[in-house]
């Protein structure tokens, strides 16, 4: 107990303050988003409350774990080997032996709870690349003959698969940002930086050619896979499809709409009454929009960027190799997923069922984004003591 209060005097509150108010805010908003259509169900309206109440209060104790821990048990060959089994046979798990929700396998339902396993993957990567990275920028440091292995890549391109074949195109989205981000970090060369944004251009580029060309002809007709196609449908034009795909974003967009600059109140958005299909989840940010306006939207993304820009920071700061490039993936982590949740939300981005950050309903989530956090609080109170320990000397 010593030893934790002497660490809790190196609290960073500059973290930890805007995830509160997160976490306070997804909590009033999914039981605005949830509680209307529970009670035309003829269900207790707080269902939702309660559970993301739960969520929140086990993700501070995930948090304060993360932050009091010893990092060194994250680098730990036991770690790694057991974490890569885990993730793989749940992977595996939830492909094959689950029912497919909304067209992809990416659920395992326990009951009590719902994981997801490619959740748990963004959390993993960051610590395995972080120290592959590292310990391959360690040996060039010593000049070291030796040559960093190439074979533990072989297991980061199989999480990334095994998540591409649920499929859930959001979740792989996600993971390979993360990596791509942290080797590009980790690059020391200008040459090499912009040998890596050329060909990640022409990959984005190539993507974009494929995707129009898809409004065209459609591969997918007649397979389970349908609905991927029906939500490229619905991004290139919703009204086209508006009773079906297309209901989701353009609901959304009646959302935004009404909401104005200040919105319509809190508890008194229309869309949420039935037309905008889990208010609650991914589409959180139209409700808010809705009832808070552009000034509650504005507010949230401050809190967030505040957040995302604080943690790169720390990693900035951090005389660590390892540290450093742990905040970049999760800053990098926080960064991606809100872009992509906005994104959709708006219209500028396919929907992928991607969640906001420490706003939307969601267990799994909710854990994970706590933990990242939480190390990188660790991260950050291991530099404040180090500075105060050399202001003493």
């Not at 592959?132 to 360690?138: F, G, P, S």
């Not at 010593?142 to 297991?155: E, G, I, V």
């Not at 591409?164 to 390979?176: K, R, S, T």
Request: positive net charge; glycine residues 8%; hydrophobic residues 50%.
């Amino acid at each position: 107990m010593k030893k934790i209060k002497q660490k809790l005097n190196y609290f960073d509150f500059y973290l930890f303050v805007p995830y509160l108010l997160l976490c306070i805010i997804g909590i009033v908003m999914v039981y605005s988003a949830s509680s209307i259509n529970l009670s035309y169900a003829g269900m207790t309206t707080n269902f939702y409350l309660l559970r993301q109440m739960l969520y929140v209060f086990l993700g501070l104790i995930c948090f304060f774990i993360a932050s009091l821990m010893r990092l060194e048990l994250l680098t730990s060959k036991k770690f790694i080997i057991y974490g890569f089994g885990i993730l793989a046979l749940l992977l595996v798990y939830a492909k094959f032996m689950t029912k497919a929700v909304n067209g992809a396998n990416g659920w395992i339902n326990f009951k009590i709870f719902s994981l997801q396993p490619s959740e748990l993957c963004k959390l993993y990567l960051v610590i395995f690349v972080a120290q592959l990275l590292a310990y391959r920028e360690q040996l060039a440091l010593q000049n070291s003959l030796q040559t960093a292995s190439r074979k533990p890549w072989l297991l980061v391109a199989l999480l990334l698969l095994l998540i591409l074949m649920e499929p859930d195109l959001g979740g792989f989205a996600i993971n390979f940002m993360i990596v791509l981000v942290m080797y590009l970090a980790s690059q020391a060369t200008y040459k090499s930086l912009g040998r890596a944004f050329l060909l990640l251009g022409g990959f984005f580029a190539s993507v974009v050619v494929v995707i129009s060309g898809l409004r065209f002809w459609n591969p997918l007709a007649g397979t389970k896979y349908n609905y991927m196609y029906s939500r490229l449908t619905a991004f290139y034009n919703p009204f086209k499809v508006a009773a079906s795909s297309g209901q989701q974003l353009i609901n959304s967009y009646y959302a935004i709409s009404n909401g104005g600059l200040f919105g319509l109140g809190l508890g008194n958005s229309i869309q949420k009454r039935g037309y905008l299909p889990e208010a609650y989840t991914d589409f959180i940010m139209a409700i808010i929009s809705e009832e808070l306006g552009v000034v509650g939207i504005a507010v949230i993304l401050i809190l967030i960027s505040w957040l995302t820009l604080r943690i790169f920071l720390i990693g900035i700061r951090s005389k660590n190799n390892y540290q450093t490039l742990v905040c970049y993936g999760i800053g990098t982590f926080f960064a991606v997923e809100t872009f992509f949740n906005l994104g959709a939300v708006t219209g500028l981005l396919p929907i992928t069922g991607v969640t906001f950050p420490f706003v939307s309903y969601g267990g799994s989530s909710m854990l994970v984004l706590s933990i990242t956090l939480g190390i990188a609080m660790n991260i950050s109170m291991r530099q404040r003591r180090m500075r105060l320990v050399g202001r003493n000397h």
